[in-house]
Structures are given as C-alpha cells and as structure tokens.
C-alpha cells in the first residue's frame, strides 16, 4: 500500500472511531425525563415523580422512599401494634420509661407546635379519634354519645401532660393516648424527600394524597399542582412551586362518614370534641412539610375568624382558607401564588398580624 492511500485510510478510520465514540456518548447521555412511582402509604396513594437522566438512581431512590415510608407508617401507627402503641400503653401507667428513639423527635416537635398553635393541634387527644370512630381505614358512625366526649374533655389530656428528661418519659394525665395523625405524614414525607437530597436527586415531588413536597423542577417549568374544590370534586387553583417547598391542604371531605343525612368529618376541635366547623379546607405553603402538615389542620380548627393570628404563632405566610360560604380567605404572599381554575371565588385577603 502506497503511502498515499495508507493515510486515508488511517483517516476513515479515525472518522470511523470518532463517529463510534459520538454514538456512544449519545447513548451515555440519555435526556432527562420525569420517572413515575406510584404506593401506597400513611393510608394513601403516594406518587413520587424524579426527573433525572438517570435511571438507575431514580429507581434506587423510588424503592428508598417506598421502604422510608412503610417503616414510618408502621412505627407511627396510632392504633395497630408497633413503637406508638407501645408508647402510649407506657404513658397510661404514670411511669417514667425509656422513650423509643422512632418515636421520641415527634413528640418532642409535636410539643413545641401543640404551644404554638395554642393546643388546636393537641395529638393527645388520641381517646377522642377513637371515640369518634378515626382510627379505622374505614370510619363509620353513629357519632358518641355527649357524654361520651364530655368524660374526655373533663380529663383534658395534651401534650403538656408529657414530660420528657433527655430519654425519659412520663405522663401525668392517664388519658393521654399518642394520635399523630395531622403530623406524621409530613414529618415522614420532609425526612423522605431529604433522603433522596441525600443520594443525589435534584429535582423532585413527593405527593401523599395530595399533600406534598417538591424540589428543584423538571427541566424549565417547575412543578405546578392542583388544590381540590372544597366539595372534594374538580380543582378549584393550581400552585406552582419555587424550589423547596411543602404544600399541604386540610379538608372535610376527606374522612368522614353519614350518619342521619349529617356529614361528620374527621379534624375534630379539641376545645368541644366536635367536628371543627366554619371551615371547608386550609391549604398552606411552607418550606417544612411537618409544621405545613400541623399548620393546615390548626388553621382549619381556628377557623375564619381566628386564623391569621394562629398563623403568624406558627410562623406560616402563606394560607388560603376555603370557609363554608365558599369564601377564599388568602395571605398576601398566598395571593401572589395561586391562579383559580374557572370562576374564582369571593376573595378575601388578610394579612397577618
């Protein structure tokens, strides 16, 4: 072979390898795009979207937060056997006992936001779930008898009743029985969503029944979501999220039961040991999804005329409050985020004190 002809084809053959590499790299680098996990957890339907162009991780992190989230429902369960039961049956003896590392934290934080929001979020009033028929998959009535909720308002069990030294722990009050219910399902999805921070995802949302928290945004739209309509059908706004955010809403139509043409629904006002009423539904933004999972259901139980003050304790700007006249009370910082689907509500915006 001449010279001449043995460089090109040393040259075809370079183009060759440069044209393999390229597809190879094309290959490597797959686009971006959103993965979808759908579970089961805290008695809802979880949906966890990643985007990222790797697949290998977003399947790694969607079985992490699967597992995350099923052993926090378990320990955290109210009324079936595990950490908080246990918790609860030592708190009935008066007895100091060593408190369960699971379980400890949240009883620490449940304290400090049970001060704060005045006792309208007090999980102590475990009895009282149960008496009204909340701690089963499946609530149904008759609501209890007066009597029945008197005994238990009489006995006045809260979360200051507990008293805890580094580990230990003691109750002075018998009636106190550990429901977190409007708590833990946004200290497990805030703990969930900083384990994938922690493997490397960037951009995410976890959602839990509609109650979420989001990171970063896929690609460069960020992550926009829906607030249900007080009667529970259709969207009522959509809410864009800007970086790490929590949204959480509270409503009646999402446990209750019928009983005698009445609709008696689950976020019950420890102050009277009824259904809270005035309200259809609070939805918060916060960049905790703990204290925006406590802040939505403390609001709903103050109420139209109490909320901003309960509000600004919690250290939340962001709300908008759907009453039973169908009335949208909003924050000013709430105002500028929510875009109403069709025809808004009567808007009314209350800043904080």
């Known amino acids: ?29 797959e686009r971006p795009e959103i993965h979808r ?30 597992a995350d989230l099923e052993y926090m429902h378990r320990a955290w369960h109210a009324w079936e056997p595990g950490p908080m039961g246990r918790t609860n049956e030592l708190l009935a003896t008066g007895l100091p006992f060593s408190a369960n590392p699971s379980v400890l934290p949240l009883i620490l934080d449940a304290q400090r936001l049970y001060a ?75 703990q969930a969503m900083e384990h994938l921070r922690g493997m490397g995802v960037e951009n995410a949302i976890l959602n839990a029944g509609g109650d979420l928290r989001a990171i970063g945004r896929p690609g460069n739209r960020p992550w926009r979501i829906g607030v249900r309509a007080p009667d529970g059908q ?10 790490d955010e929590a949204i959480f809403t509270s409503g009646d139509y999402e446990r209750y039961y019928l009983h005698e043409g009445e609709r008696y629904h689950h976020i019950l006002d420890p102050r009277s040991g009824q259904p809270a009423r005035g309200t259809h539904s609070v939805t918060v933004i916060h960049d905790n999804a703990a204290e925006a999972d406590v802040a939505s259901t403390a609001l709903f139980i103050a109420g139209p005329g109490d909320w901003p003050r309960i509000a600004a304790q919690l250290g939340v700007d962001k709300v908008m409050l759907i009453d039973h006249a169908g009335i949208a009370h909003l924050t000013p910082a709430m105002e500028k985020r929510v875009k109403f689907e069709g025809t808004p509500p009567e808007i009314r915006v209350t800043p904080l004190p």
């Open 1 to 29: 072979m001449s010279p001449r002809h043995a460089l090109s084809a040393g040259m075809h053959g370079l183009r060759a390898l440069a044209i393999l590499g390229l597809i190879l790299l094309l290959g490597a680098c």
């Open 37 to 66: 996990d759908r579970f089961i957890a805290f008695g809802t339907l979880v949906e966890l979207n990643i985007y990222t162009s790797d697949r290998d991780l977003a399947a790694r992190a969607a079985e992490s937060v699967r």
């Open 116 to 190: 704060a929001s005045d006792g309208l979020f007090n999980p102590a009033m475990g009895a009282l779930f149960a008496l009204w028929g909340f701690q089963t998959d499946e609530p149904q009535g008759p609501p209890p008898a007066p009597e029945q909720i008197q005994a238990i308002l009489e006995q006045a069990p809260s979360m200051a009743d507990i008293e805890i030294d580094g580990i230990r722990m003691r109750s002075y009050n018998p009636a106190v029985r550990l429901d977190l219910g409007a708590y833990a399902k946004g200290y497990g999805i805030h």
């Open 234 to 243: 259709g969207v009522l706004a959509s809410i864009e999220t800007r970086g």
